[in-house]
């Protein structure tokens, strides 16, 4: 089944059922529909661009409106709207948007439409009376559904070209990973401009004809009872939230006993974050491993699979290899990058062809850019990034084994190591933190701590600490501007070289 017909038939066949839960209202199936075919025309008469800027909150007006731009047989382009102004009026160019499809909230939020664009406010469409009726455009396997910028951690972002084809076959391996269903409650609060918030959040749900519950903002409470009054099967959420939701003193973990599935993505899980929050409310974080580039899941850890440090096997129909500087094939236990193959994995970037074919090894493999290894199981641990790999005395260190064991100590909300140059070994590694609320900076205990588990050269020669770690909108650590972050402190033990 193609991926709009597979979105439009759960709407056809149980009308009535809800689809969607917001912080404004419930949305059955068939006013989904309803709003989208409005909305297609709305867009018909507003632009002739073949892509369609999308901004708009965590809500059911996405759904609605990803269903009307692929009616028109047009390409999705989501904004980040926590993105700077210049990369926001760039990404319009680049997409060759003409207009964007918003709200008015939105709008004062990033001071104006993006250059070269006009607004399509929502609330100005008309969506009284019947909607016209229209024979959907087929948008077939290989036809571009959307167009995904990645967060731009170095550089101007990328636009990753998912095509129909890309987008359903994750859903599909996805859903028979997890055995999901129609009964399922997915609860969600990552933006629907991220990779996992726009396929697993949005667009599972509405195929499988399941009910998805959104918050526009992460609110730890919000959040707890959201899970309590819907009895949420799925929750899917970064490593940094899973953290923050162990605050709410009043949780007893009994809103948490329908979980299925406490699905962990978009940058590493610490230990100590998994360990913890199984310790608060008795339930194992799933990893799982992807990126935009990937749809974005290419590997996920079962509850029933839990192994510390594992992002699972591979889902179906992908295939990887690790690989090392060579280009060969690493065995079992060994590191190298991680490579992917699969119906996943993406057309390319868009107007980008030197950046696409760079992307891409001799066999069709996608170059992840992250390390790892596999286990006799088959089970994929990431071990770094090969851009952030430190060379020490000769020796390939990656940063979150050291982050790892620096957030160890108590003291220790969330951690961040870079390499700085060293005459004797080449790099050091320097570690800096954000501390937990009224806790005090004790950089020699930290030091002690790592000393626990890491070898002499890996312990962090100096660690600073931050009032907030740099992240990009994603919540991913932006580590090219640590050194130059003004800190609150440093910690050199007397007598060591820096």
């Known amino acids: 089944m193609g991926l709009l017909r597979s979105l439009i038939v759960p709407c056809l066949l149980r009308p009535r059922s809800v689809g969607v839960i917001d912080d404004r209202r419930a949305w059955q199936r068939i006013e989904l529909l309803g709003y989208a075919l409005h909305l297609a025309a709305a867009i018909e008469r507003a632009s002739t661009a073949q892509r369609i800027g999308v901004m708009l909150p965590t809500s059911g007006l996405f759904p609605a409106t990803a269903l009307a731009t692929w009616m028109l047989g047009r390409t999705l382009v989501p904004l980040n709207y926590l993105l700077s102004r210049g990369d926001l009026d760039y990404i319009a160019g680049n997409a060759q948007l003409d207009t964007v499809v918003t709200v008015g909230p939105m709008i004062d939020l990033v001071g104006g439409s993006p250059l070269g664009t006009k607004p399509l406010r929502l609330e100005e469409v008309n969506r009284r009376g019947i909607p016209p009726l229209r024979l959907p455009h087929g948008l077939r396997t290989r036809e571009l559904a959307v167009v995904l910028y990645t967060s731009g951690t170095s550089g101007r972002p990328k636009g990753v070209m998912l095509t ?32 996992f918030g726009l396929t697993i959040l949005t667009l599972l749900p509405m195929a499988l004809g399941c009910t998805a519950v959104y918050s526009a903002r992460f609110v730890p409470r919000r959040v707890i009872e959201l899970a309590r009054a819907h009895r949420a099967t799925v929750f899917v959420a970064l490593p940094s939230m899973y953290n923050a939701l162990r605050t709410v003193r009043d949780a007893t973990g009994e809103e948490f006993r329908t979980l299925r599935y406490a699905v962990s993505g978009g940058e590493p899980l610490p230990m100590s974050v998994s360990d913890a929050f199984h310790e608060r409310f008795g339930v194992r974080i799933s ?8 749809a974005p899941v290419a590997n996920w850890c079962m509850p029933e699979e839990y192994r510390a440090g594992s992002v699972g096997r591979p889902v179906d129909w992908v295939d990887e290899r690790i690989v090392g500087p060579d280009g060969a094939d690493m065995p079992v236990g060994a590191d190298g990058e991680v490579r992917i193959h699969g119906p996943n994995v993406m057309a390319g970037y868009l107007g980008m062809p030197d950046e696409t074919a760079a992307a891409f090894d001799e066999r069709g493999y996608f170059r992840s850019g992250d390390m790892g290894r596999f286990d ?20 390939n260190v990656f940063p979150r084994e050291i982050e790892d064991a620096v957030r160890r100590h108590p003291s220790v909300k969330d951690a961040a190591v870079v390499g700085e140059p060293d005459d004797m070994r080449g790099e050091v590694p320097v570690a800096f933190v954000e501390l937990r609320d009224g806790a005090e900076f004790d950089p020699a205990a930290i030091r002690a701590t790592c000393r626990e588990t890491l070898p002499p050269y890996k312990v962090p020669r100096d660690v600073r600490c931050l009032e907030a770690l740099p992240r990009n909108p994603t919540g991913k650590v932006l580590r090219r501007q640590l050194s130059s972050m003004p800190v609150s402190g440093a910690g050199t033990p007397a007598g060591e070289h820096r």
Do not use: C, W
């Open 287 to 294: 990893e799982g491993y992807g990126l935009t580039e990937t």
């Open 164 to 195: 129909a084809g890309n987008l359903a076959a994750n859903m599909e391996q996805v859903r028979r990973r997890a055995r999901f269903t129609r009964d399922d409650v997915m609860l969600g609060v990552l933006p629907q401009f991220h990779s």
């Open 376 to 395: 006799s199981d088959g089970h994929l641990r990431i071990t770094g990034r090969i851009k952030e790999m430190l060379i020490i005395s000769g020796e």
